[in-house]
């Protein structure tokens, strides 16, 4: 039977929904969580592959802004609910959305697509590559001993009702998404995330709660969390876990660290995603003692070289041409020059020769500044033409404030 790629018709989303469950395990969403995808997907650029009447392939894209070195904040696709039918894979059915979304992101005018992967080895080959790294920790609160800057005392922790939490922490979130390359501007609805409770996913915790840090009576900051209440013969061994944790400045940050640190009756604080440069490991006396850890967490895909590179700024004095490689995308093949600084920078076509050769891959690992053009050339991911261009491109590409993917999509 012949197969058809198409774009999702809304009356369609529920079957479209359940073909991607299944490819997922099997396992419903909860209803909450299912209403909410379902209310943010975008029908009009999601597409479906039939045959006959059955959906045996998904996949989305939300219309998304990603924060870029130098705060700009860019158009990108968020790639989103991938999946192809057991019966149907390895036929090349996700190979054939990945043409047509690439596409449709290009006459769309977005710079830039953006993922996160069930699987790290699904996507270099159509030339996503791992940008901003996620860290993990649980901190030992009976061995860590905080110290916290100046002023911290001076910040009143309040909670609020989950329920009426949004108005003030999504005004708190507003104000950090220019300040860290890789969050993403909210989008209407996607105010609900945070709120996001549902008891079939809370493994035994309390419904998240909700702490706002106040200075002089202005939010300064909040952390949503749960707590998780244990006993052994030993007393008390119940555990805080993180889900979200803003401050607009160092006080305002440690005075949540602290809080959630001594909340009575627990001894761990569980956190599953920080950026890689979060305050916490500075404020511990001991990180040995909570075992962080890191992973990839976004990747980014250069949709339109010139624009994207154009889109950013970068830290330090730059002009080198790039030899690109791209076999997906072949639109972006060929050598770029690109001179900028931090105040701005261009990127366009030239015949001069190259100084660094690399494929579009590792281009979109470097673009927010989280992986180093030298470390990828030391996997020999990028090779260096001309004498010194190396370290003048990673240097310029760094940036001095980690990426990190605010959340998952
Ligand atoms: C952004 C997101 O939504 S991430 C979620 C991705 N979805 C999932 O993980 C759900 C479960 N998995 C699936 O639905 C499918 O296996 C998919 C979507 C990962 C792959 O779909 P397929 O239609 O089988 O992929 P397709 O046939 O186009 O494969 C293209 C190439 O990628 C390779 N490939 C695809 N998936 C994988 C994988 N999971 N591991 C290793 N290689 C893979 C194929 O072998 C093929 O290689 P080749 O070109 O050298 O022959």
Redesign the pocket.
Known sequence: MTTELRVLDPSEWDRWFATLEL??GGLAEEPEERALWRDLTECGRSLAVWEGASPV?TAGAFSFRLTVPGGASVPAAG??????AGT?????????MMRRQLDDVRAAGEPLAV?????P??YG?FGYGAATWSQRTVIDTTRVRLDVPAGTDAVSLRMVPLAESSAVTEAVYARMVPRRPGMLARRPGWERLPLLDPPGSREGASPRLCVLAERDGEVVGYAYYAIKPDWSWAGADGAVTVHELYGLDPAAEAALWRFLCSVDLTSKVRVNSVPVDSAWQHLVSDVRRCEPAVREALFARLVDVGAALEARTYQAPVDVVFEVADAFCPWNAGRWRLSGDAKGASCSRTSDAADLALSVRELGAAYLGGTSLAALASAGRVTELREGALAEASLAFGSPVAPWLPHGF
């Open positions: 490819a997922f392939a790639v989103t609910m991938v999946s192809v149907h894979r390895r036929r090349g059915l996700l190979t054939s993922l996160t992967a069930s699987e080895v699904i080959r």
